[in-house]
Structure formats: C-alpha cells, structure tokens
T-cell receptor, first 115, second 113 residues
Framework: AQSVTQPDIHITVSEGASLELRCNYS??????LFWYVQSPGQGLQLLLK????DTLVQGIKGFEAEFKRSQSSFNLRKPSVHWSDAAEYFC????WGSGTYKYIFGTGTRLKVLA | EAQVTQNPRYLITVTGKKLTVTCSQN?????MSWYRQDPGLGLRQIYY???????DKGDVPEGYKVSRKEKRNFPLILESPSPNQTSLYFC????????????FGSGTRLTVV
C-alpha cells in the first residue's frame, strides 16, 4: 500500500544551523513528491515539488529537496535556518495506480528554532 | 490575490445540528478537495471533486457530504455532526489533481459538543 513516513515528529535546531527533514515513501510507480509548510493558525503552503528530471529541486524560502530513488526518500534541506522557519512541515506523495490517483500526506515534522 | 477562502474560521456547534463550511477559490481550478487534520494522523482526505458535478469519496467520507454546482465553490456539509468530527478542516484546490500541488485555505476549526 502507498505510504509516506516522516520519522521525526519534532526537531529542534538553533538559528543559523542547517536543517534536514526526512521523508520516506513506499510506492511502486514513479511518484510525484511535495513538501508543504504549515505556520501556526495557517493552511499549508507548497514549498517545492518533484516530478522528474534533476533530482535536486529548489523551492521557496530557501528550501531544497533531493529525490533519492534508491532510498525512496525525498528529504528537505535548508543551509541556514531562520527563526521564522519554525512551523510544521509535511511531505506528500502522489502516484497513479490501478487507474486511480492517490495523494497522501505524511504525519508532519514540527520544527522548533532556538534563538 | 489567488486564494482559497474558507468560512467560518472557527465554529462551535452541538451534536446533530446541521452545518455547512464554505470553500471558494478564485483561480479557476478544476480540482478541489476537503481534508481534516487531527494530531498524529496528518491530513486525511474527506471528499474531492474533479470538476463541476463530479465528486468522489476520499479516505474518510463517513458523516460528510459535498456538492460542486459551480467551479469556484465546494461546500462541506455535516448533516448530523458528532463529537468525533471535531477537527481542523482544510479546503484545497489545484489546476488538476496530480501535477501542481495544492493551494490550501486557512482552515476551519470545528468543535462539536
């Protein structure tokens, strides 16, 4: 069955430090991969997406993500975290299978940024 | 400004009293969807719509209804709300269901007592 796993429920980093949020998926077909950010009291905002081509994709707010097929991963990275990056981050996977399209969200990783 | 607008933002209601949460998008998107967000469960899809008059069940449709009479609007209807429908609800839209990612509304926090 299609699944998305975000292994880290909470992550705390210091402002200025680098960040990597993990996302692993399980799906037989070539997936569409997405990262969203949810600030407190807000809806989700699309950060970046991957469909094909270059496996390193750039997004908004200085984020990037790398697709690694061999590891079934799509980890989100940022070289230097800002206090305003404190939020919850969701990985999502979409894929066609058996004539239908499924789009599944991970359970999220909450990022705390220390000043 | 391109956006998805949900109303109300907050709603407290009693068990069994019918309610409607409205959702409207101004981007001429064909695909719209409703999700509920619960702690530890992430987002789960309730219903979606591929276009006007075309709707289908998501993963957790029980207790909900939707309609898509116009392209821009996709209301969520709870005919007889129960406490287990207390949740944070999001409407989302996209040009199609696969390629673009979704634009989300700001959410509706529903409490059923």
């Amino acid at each position: 069955a299609q699944s998305v796993t975000q292994p880290d429920i909470h992550i705390t980093v210091s402002e200025g430090a680098s960040l990597e949020l993990r996302c692993n998926y399980s799906y037989g077909a070539t997936p569409y991969l997405f990262w969203y950010v949810q600030s407190p009291g807000q809806g989700l905002q699309l950060l970046l997406k991957y469909f094909s081509g270059d496996t390193l994709v750039q997004g908004i707010k200085g984020f990037e993500a790398e697709f690694k097929r061999s590891q079934s991963s799509f980890n989100l990275r940022k070289p230097s975290v800002h206090w305003s990056d404190a939020a919850e981050y969701f990985c999502a996977v979409g894929a066609w299978g058996s004539g239908t399209y499924k789009y599944i969200f991970g359970t999220g990783t909450r990022l705390k940024v220390l000043a | 400004e391109a956006q998805v607008t949900q109303n109300p933002r907050y709603l407290i209601t009693v068990t069994g009293k019918k309610l409607t949460v409205t959702c409207s998008q101004n981007m001429n998107h064909e695909y719209m969807s409703w999700y509920r967000q619960d702690p530890g469960l992430g987002l789960r899809q309730i219903y979606y719509s591929m276009n006007v008059e075309v709707t289908d069940k998501g993963d957790v449709p029980e207790g909900y209804k939707v309609s898509r009479k116009e392209k821009r609007n996709f209301p969520l209807i709870l005919e007889s709300p129960s406490p287990n429908q207390t949740s944070l609800y999001f409407c989302a839209s996209s040009p199609d269901r696969a390629n673009y990612g979704y634009t989300f509304g700001s959410g509706t926090r529903l409490t059923v007592v």
